[in-house]
């Protein structure tokens, strides 16, 4: 069964800070990669999307994520954090020639930024 | 409102008894989902609706769910006999077609919590 891993359950860190959030799933054929973000007291959204194309995918409020199919990784990265950026991360799997509407979810990072 | 709305907000159970938890989607979206997230875990995929399609129920984990959609809008998930392991957060979200390339759209969830 395809699995996704998400490697840091919490992370902390300061203001202007770096990040870069882990994501590895467990197929071998054709993946459509996802990461979602929950903010406190709001609902799930979608932060960015990879289906083809340029690996390096760019999504909203300054994240991007890069897929790399040897490594079978999708990690998060926003090179400067805000406080505002204080939320829980979910990375998703869709295996479209499995199950065309199915997703797997990774159990999430909570990311704190500290002012 | 404009967004995926569900209800009831909350709802505490005993072992045993039987729940309808609903989703309203957004209006003119064609797919519906529905996930449950238990605490400290990512979402666990249930259930997925397109259109007039069979759906896919390959994430429901047993017998005791069950879940309609009627009309291609208004969609209920029923859980019989409920057990504690059943208390979660049941998230249902929807999108325009269900082509992946879609983004869904998440509720607000439903927290069940069962006695």
């Known amino acids: 069964a395809q699995s996704v891993s998400q490697h840091n359950h919490h992370v902390i860190l300061s203001e202007a800070a770096s990040l870069e959030l882990g994501c590895n799933y467990s197929y071998g054929g054709t993946v459509n990669l996802f990461w979602y973000v929950q903010y406190p007291g709001q609902h799930l959204q979608l932060l960015l999307k990879y289906f083809s194309g340029d690996p390096l995918v760019k999504g909203i409020k300054g994240f991007e994520a890069e897929f790399i199919k040897s490594k079978f990784s999708f990690n998060l990265r926003k090179p400067s954090v805000q406080w505002s950026d204080t939320a829980e991360y979910f990375c998703a799997v869709n295996t479209p020639t499995d199950s065309w509407g199915k997703f797997q979810f990774g159990a999430g990072t909570q990311v704190v930024v500290t002012p | 409102g404009a967004g995926v709305s569900q209800s009831p907000s909350n709802k505490v159970t005993e072992k045993g008894k039987d729940v309808e938890l609903r989703c309203d989607p957004i209006?003119?979206?064609?797919?519906l989902y529905w996930y449950r997230q238990s605490l400290g875990q990512g979402l666990e995929f249930l259930i997925y609706?397109?259109?007039?399609?069979?759906?896919?129920k390959s994430g429901l984990p047993s017998d005791r769910f069950s879940a309609e959609r009627t009309g291609g809008s208004v969609s209920t998930l029923t859980i019989q006999r409920t057990q504690q392991e059943d208390s979660a957060v049941y998230l249902c979200?929807?999108?325009?077609?269900?082509?992946?390339?879609?983004?869904?759209?998440f509720g607000p969830g439903t927290r069940l919590t069962v006695l």
């Open positions: 609706f397109q259109g007039n399609s069979a759906p896919d």
């Open positions: 209006s003119g979206h064609t797919a």
């Open positions: 979200a929807s999108s325009f077609t269900g082509a992946l390339i879609d983004t869904q759209y």
